[in-house]
């Protein structure tokens, strides 16, 4: 505290330091009397703002010039962008730079730091304690879910002890079996030669009884058979038998009992959050103000078309209400066809990281493969139906299912056919998904941040959960576009994390960002009729399932990059 004012209220110039205040220079940050303001304004090179002392406004705290202590750096060079004072201005140092004001440097800075605090708190900071909870989350399930992978591996190992204790049990008895026949055999043997021993050493008696008597009656009655015996007896020749075992090596063994996917552990860049500022702006810039149809392929389907999924640029598979799946070239033209094996309608369609055609059956239980037009069954479920369907970027499954009696919902992935995520419930154990008779319809994507982005029709709502299947927002429509109720059906996902859904009932596309905030919507008088399943390709063309007209319309709908 300045020795005159020590001790007291009554505050002296600054710079005469024996009159009281009347005047603040806000430039100078000086408080003066009214003899002194004249002096301070007499230098021209500085635009002071004195102002009466009650009106000043609240006095920051200035930094000491490192060059002239005794100075304050009331100034801001803008060339090299440090705070200055009065006599570093007039020294000539900073002669040509552009000088400011440091209150206004100060106002301005300041809103910024308050911009960045905001931001931390409420946006960054946020999600880098989502992602810490995503990692505690993960780890908790490792017990669970490689206890799954532990338990399938018993199970078959089991298995495989049955039947090859079945197989043992077999062959014993076999050869049991046939040991009991080889005795027999012997047994009946060696009672027929007996009995020609019985006999023939009561012939061999009673020729010595003869040869002693000398009684001629008895010697020209006899009658030899001699010759009866000299065929002996018929000898049993037994082959026997000898057990073979067939040589297996261990990769054999190791194919034959099943295999074990390598664990790939993948490092990803973060995504990087937009400032606040720039989100709405980036997110938009993008987006045609007009989309643009530039193909139609004609399905051929005759009541409706339900889903299509990108194979390629120029080729999509389609699923109508029939139990044929059709893949088609942008002319409409049909290359290949592939029924269902059980008979049924598909229930949804998915196309693998290899191409690969995969479909859900809903009445089978089954998920299954097309493979070079052979389907193979993947997953058989039990207590469960499978919904819709679609392939992760890390060619993982993710499948929407409910329970036989449609009193459940969830969400599982799978890796080929190994459960190894269920999704049902947020952290306060109620139901993540809707359930019901009629318009239960779940199709789902993955977001290119990972995000699982589910059109929940019965709930009116996309539910958005992260990789960890943690809720992170639920969208229910827009009043600017649902004039009647939101009623979400197919789904996709792009390059930009856009997720795109279609609604039914106001027969438009609602385009988000991936945090759920509508970006724009796509209408009916947009080339639409009745949207029903979305497709995006690696070019970020949006492929739509028409649903009443059954055509295929491929939709420019972001600017192309240069």
Same mark, same amino acid.
């Given at each position: 505290?300045?020795?005159?004012?020590?001790?007291?209220?009554? +505050?002296?110039?600054?710079?005469? /330091?024996?009159?009281?205040?009347?005047?603040? &220079?806000?430039?100078?940050?000086?408080?003066?009397?009214?003899?002194?303001?004249?002096?301070?304004?007499?230098?021209?090179?500085?635009?002071?703002? @004195? @102002?009466?002392?009650?009106?000043?406004?609240?006095?920051?705290?200035?930094?000491?010039?490192?060059?002239?202590?005794?100075?304050?750096?009331?100034?801001?060079?803008?060339?090299?962008?440090?705070?200055?004072?009065?006599?570093?201005?007039?020294?000539?140092?900073?002669?040509?730079?552009?000088?400011?004001?440091?209150?206004?440097?100060?106002?301005?800075?300041?809103?910024?730091?308050?911009? #960045?605090?905001?931001?931390?708190?409420?946006?960054?900071?946020?999600?880098?304690?989502?992602?810490?909870? *995503?990692?505690?989350?993960?780890?908790?399930?490792?017990?669970?879910?490689?206890?799954?992978?532990?338990?399938?591996?018993?199970?078959?190992?089991?298995?495989?002890?049955?039947?090859?204790?079945?197989?043992?049990?077999?062959?014993?008895?076999?050869?049991?079996? !046939?040991?009991?026949?080889?005795?027999?055999?012997?047994?009946?043997?060696? #009672?027929?030669?007996?009995?020609?021993?019985?006999?023939?050493?009561?012939?061999?008696?009673? +020729?010595?009884?003869?040869?002693?008597?000398?009684?001629?009656?008895?010697?020209?009655?006899?009658?030899?058979?001699?010759?009866?015996?000299?065929?002996?007896?018929?000898?049993?020749?037994?082959?026997?038998?000898?057990?073979?075992?067939?040589?297996?090596?261990?990769?054999?063994?190791?194919? !034959?009992?099943?295999?074990?996917?390598?664990?790939?552990?993948?490092? /990803?860049?973060?995504?990087?959050?937009?400032?606040?500022?720039? @989100?709405?702006?980036?997110?938009?810039?993008?987006?045609?103000?007009?989309?643009?149809?530039?193909?139609?392929?004609?399905?051929?389907?005759?009541?409706?078309?339900?889903? @299509?999924?990108?194979?390629? /640029?120029?080729?999509?598979?389609?699923?109508?209400?029939?139990?044929? !799946?059709?893949?088609?070239?942008?002319?409409?033209?049909?290359?290949?066809?592939?029924?269902?094996?059980?008979?049924?309608?598909?229930?949804?369609?998915?196309?693998? =990281?290899?191409?690969?055609?995969?479909?859900?059956?809903?009445?089978?239980?089954?998920?299954?493969?097309?493979?070079?037009?052979?389907?193979?069954?993947?997953?058989?479920?039990?207590?469960?139906?499978?919904?819709?369907?679609?392939?992760?970027?890390?060619? #993982?499954?993710?499948?929407?299912?409910?329970?036989? *009696?449609?009193?459940?919902?969830?969400?599982? =992935?799978?890796?080929?056919?190994?459960?190894?995520?269920?999704?049902?419930?947020?952290?306060?154990?109620? %139901?993540?998904?809707?359930?019901?008779?009629?318009?239960? $319809?779940?199709?789902?994507?993955?977001?290119?941040? +990972?995000?699982? &982005?589910?059109?929940?029709?019965?709930?009116?709502?996309?539910?958005?959960?992260?990789?960890?299947?943690?809720?992170?927002?639920?969208?229910?429509?827009?009043?600017?576009?649902?004039?009647?109720?939101?009623?979400?059906?197919?789904?996709?996902?792009?390059?930009?994390?856009?997720?795109?859904?279609?609604?039914?009932?106001?027969?438009?596309?609602?385009? +988000? *960002?991936? #945090?759920?905030?509508?970006?724009? $919507?796509?209408?009916?008088?947009?080339?639409?009729?009745? %949207?029903?399943?979305?497709?995006?390709?690696?070019?970020?063309?949006?492929?739509?399932?028409?649903?009443?007209?059954?055509?295929?319309?491929?939709?420019?709908?972001?600017?192309?990059?240069?």
């Amino acid at each position: 505290m300045h020795p005159r004012r020590s001790g007291q209220e009554v +505050l002296m110039c600054d710079i005469c /330091e024996s009159v009281f205040v009347q005047s603040h &220079c806000e430039l100078c940050n000086l408080n003066l009397c009214k003899t002194c303001v004249g002096e301070h304004l007499s230098d021209s090179s500085v635009r002071h703002n @004195v @102002v009466p002392y009650s009106h000043r406004k609240s006095t920051p705290n200035y930094r000491k010039c490192p060059k002239h202590p005794k100075r304050q750096s009331e100034l801001y060079c803008e060339n090299c962008e440090i705070p200055v004072c009065i006599i570093c201005v007039s020294s000539g140092k900073h002669k040509g730079h552009d000088i400011s004001n440091v209150l206004e440097k100060f106002s301005s800075k300041t809103q910024n730091l308050q911009k #960045d605090l905001e931001e931390l708190e409420t946006r960054i900071y946020p999600r880098y304690q989502e992602m810490a909870s *995503d990692v505690q989350s993960e780890k908790a399930e490792l017990v669970t879910i490689y206890g799954k992978l532990i338990t399938a591996a018993e199970k078959q190992g089991e298995v495989w002890h049955q039947e090859i204790t079945a197989i043992v049990n077999r062959q014993t008895s076999d050869i049991q079996e !046939m040991k009991k026949k080889h005795l027999f055999t012997l047994n009946k043997n060696t #009672d027929e030669i007996k009995q020609k021993i019985i006999e023939l050493k009561q012939i061999i008696s009673d +020729l010595k009884s003869i040869l002693k008597s000398n009684d001629v009656s008895l010697t020209s009655t006899y009658k030899s058979r001699n010759s009866e015996f000299r065929t002996l007896p018929l000898k049993v020749r037994i082959t026997l038998p000898r057990f073979s075992p067939r040589k297996i090596s261990k990769d054999q063994l190791n194919e !034959m009992f099943g295999s074990l996917s390598s664990l790939s552990i993948n490092t /990803e860049h973060g995504d990087t959050m937009k400032s606040p500022g720039a @989100v709405s702006s980036h997110s938009v810039k993008p987006l045609l103000d007009e989309p643009r149809l530039t193909a139609i392929i004609d399905t051929g389907y005759k009541q409706g078309l339900f889903s @299509v999924s990108c194979i390629s /640029e120029d080729q999509v598979w389609t699923r109508g209400d029939t139990n044929t !799946m059709k893949l088609f070239n942008l002319r409409s033209k049909l290359l290949t066809s592939i029924q269902t094996e059980s008979g049924n309608r598909p229930e949804d369609i998915t196309v693998t =990281r290899n191409g690969d055609l995969v479909y859900t059956d809903y009445k089978s239980k089954t998920v299954n493969l097309v493979k070079n037009k052979h389907i193979q069954t993947m997953i058989t479920l039990q207590g469960w139906r499978p919904r819709n369907i679609c392939c992760t970027s890390s060619d #993982d499954l993710l499948v929407t299912m409910d329970s036989d *009696d449609r009193t459940q919902s969830k969400v599982v =992935r799978y890796s080929g056919s190994t459960e190894t995520q269920s999704i049902q419930f947020d952290d306060q154990g109620r %139901p993540l998904y809707s359930h019901g008779y009629y318009n239960n $319809y779940q199709y789902i994507s993955e977001n290119k941040n +990972l995000d699982i &982005c589910v059109a929940d029709r019965e709930a009116s709502a996309v539910v958005v959960v992260n990789q960890s299947g943690k809720l992170r927002f639920r969208y229910t429509g827009h009043p600017s576009i649902t004039t009647e109720s939101f009623d979400p059906v197919g789904i996709t996902t792009d390059s930009q994390s856009h997720i795109l859904t279609a609604d039914w009932d106001n027969g438009c596309i609602h385009i +988000l *960002d991936q #945090d759920g905030h509508l970006l724009r $919507y796509i209408r009916n008088t947009d080339h639409l009729s009745t %949207p029903w399943g979305l497709s995006v390709d690696t070019r970020d063309n949006l492929f739509v399932a028409d649903y009443h007209i059954a055509k295929v319309k491929k939709i420019q709908y972001l600017q192309t990059q240069c």
